[in-house]
Each structure stands twice: as C-alpha cells, then as structure tokens.
C-alpha cells in the first residue's frame, strides 16, 4: 500500500483518488491500519479516499476528503458519478 502510495506522490499534475475494501484483520486493527493509511495518503497527496469496510463500518469515520461506503454497489455508484463530474 505504502509503495503504491509513493508512486501516486511521484506523478505530476495528478489529483489522486484512493479507494479501500475490506482488510483482514481484527476490528480494532482495521481502525488503526484505516487511520494510518488515510493519514499516510494525504501526506501522499491523495484528495479523496472511498473506503467499503464490512468489518469497520461501525467504528471508522472518514476524515476530510473521505466517504465511507456500506457495500461495493453504492460505492461503485459514486465512483461513477465522481468520473462523470470529472
């Protein structure tokens, strides 16, 4: 993820996007690994984050630039309509 991460921070012009789905872990380490991407990815120069989470749904609250996503089609439907806005 971290490497992933860097190669967004090396392009030029771009103003990326990330998308999460589920990790596999526990609940608390999800709250934690979620906290420490999204924190990580902004310093990356991510200026949005969509996260589908079954497992951390209760617990995890996006921060700015971020949207939470109950499952994958409601989170395909807004990706769609953030590319098409685009």
Not at 50 to 71: K, Q, V, Y
């Amino acid at each position: 993820m971290r490497a992933g991460l860097e190669v967004l921070r090396s392009l030029s012009g771009a103003s990326p996007g990330l998308v999460l789905s589920d990790m596999a872990s526990s609940a608390n380490k999800l709250r934690t690994a979620h906290a420490h991407i999204g924190s990580y990815a902004r310093d990356c120069g991510v200026k949005r984050l969509f996260a589908w989470d079954l497992r951390a749904r209760a617990r995890w609250r996006p921060s700015a630039g971020g949207e939470w996503f109950a499952d994958a089609e409601c989170l395909t439907r807004r990706l769609r309509l953030s590319f098409e806005s685009a």
